[in-house]
């Protein structure tokens, strides 16, 4: 099984027909209320491809709460949220303007109330499972608790180190993650240099492989996937489809990587099924909306 330690937002995101100016009120086309934040997105990934995937995070106690906790429920992931009083559950405020492009205003809320200690009282959790996936928008000294509570049961601990800006994490803390897997932007963080090819990417690779665990998965995008974990190296260049939309991409791959690892496949054979899962989540709209199931990964890939 797998479980996710991480954020956990509503999405309100407004169509526009045209962007508006400072002091200016303009009415919108469209808006969608959704369930998001990197954790619960690879929370719903991992459950729509087959994992028992349970989600730990936090939220408020106003009504997007219940709204986050229902939408985690319906997906068949086992939510198990700390209800913060007098505390925001987290929001996007996403705007998406006539020619696609987007802003997007977040409000983190109970997400940076996430506590070592409420980690520690999900320690049973955290010890029944096979995988522990963690992402960078909760507090770090939160993410290590779990980190270490995952280890001391035998769990394999997966560090997803999105979104960007990524703090130029020292050894000390990459030394607490199996797996790290950077985008390339990230990679660039840690690094100092960014991939853009598959052969930087397999360098990067190298080079995070001996701070963490056992090694690092750096995504590149329509490029494709290099890795380096332990013996275990390789790349391989993405499936060629028609992108629409790469919101979430790195989520599926992520809830998809974790989902297959747990389940015992090969780092190759779990890598070349995320990328699959991945590819086709960027020809559809929307963040969880986007994320694919097993049976349609099944079916033949669009190009
Ligand atoms: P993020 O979404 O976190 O920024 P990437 O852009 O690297 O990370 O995307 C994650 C993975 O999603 C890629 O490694 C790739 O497998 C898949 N992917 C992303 N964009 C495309 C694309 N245009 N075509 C095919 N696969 C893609």
Same mark, same amino acid.
Do not use: F, K, M
């Given at each position: 099984s797998v479980t996710v330690v991480g954020s956990i937002n509503i999405d309100l995101t407004s169509y526009l027909d045209r962007w508006p100016n400072v002091g200016e009120t303009i009415a919108v086309r469209e808006t969608v209320s959704s369930l998001g934040g990197k954790g619960a997105n690879q929370a719903v990934a991992a459950a729509r491809l087959g994992a028992r995937a349970t989600f730990i995070g936090a939220v408020g106690t106003d009504g997007f709460a219940q709204q986050a906790a229902g939408e985690l429920r319906r997906e068949g992931v086992g939510a198990l949220l700390a209800?913060? #009083?007098e505390t925001a559950t987290g929001l996007a405020f996403i705007d998406v303007g006539p020619e696609g492009g987007n802003m997007i205003r977040l409000a983190g809320g109970a997400n940076h109330k996430l506590t070592p200690a409420d980690i520690r009282a999900q320690a049973d959790v955290l010890a029944a499972c096979d995988v522990v996936l963690l992402q960078n928008e909760i507090g770090l000294e939160t993410s290590l608790e779990a980190a270490r509570l995952a280890h001391a049961a035998g769990a394999l601990v997966i560090m997803? *180190? #999105? *979104? #960007?800006?990524? *703090? #130029?994490?020292?050894r000390d803390v990459l030394q607490n993650f199996d797996i790290i897997t950077p985008n390339a932007h990230e990679a660039g963080g840690l690094l100092g240099w960014e991939p853009k090819m598959l052969d930087e990417g397999r360098e990067a690779a190298k080079v995070l492989r001996d701070f963490c665990r056992i090694g690092a998965i750096v995504t590149l995008g329509e490029k494709g996937v290099a890795w380096e974990l332990g013996d275990d190296v390789g790349s391989l260049p993405a499936p060629k489809v028609k992108a629409i939309d790469t919101v979430a991409a790195g989520d599926c791959f992520n809830g998809a990587l974790a989902t297959r690892l747990s389940l015992g496949e090969s780092p190759k054979e779990a890598i070349a099924f995320a990328m699959r899962a991945a590819a086709l989540a960027t020809t559809r709209k929307g963040a969880a909306s986007s994320l694919p199931t097993l049976e349609e990964l099944e079916a033949p890939l669009k190009s």
């Open positions: 209800e913060l #009083a997803d *180190p #999105a *979104p #960007a800006p990524v *703090p #130029a994490w020292p």
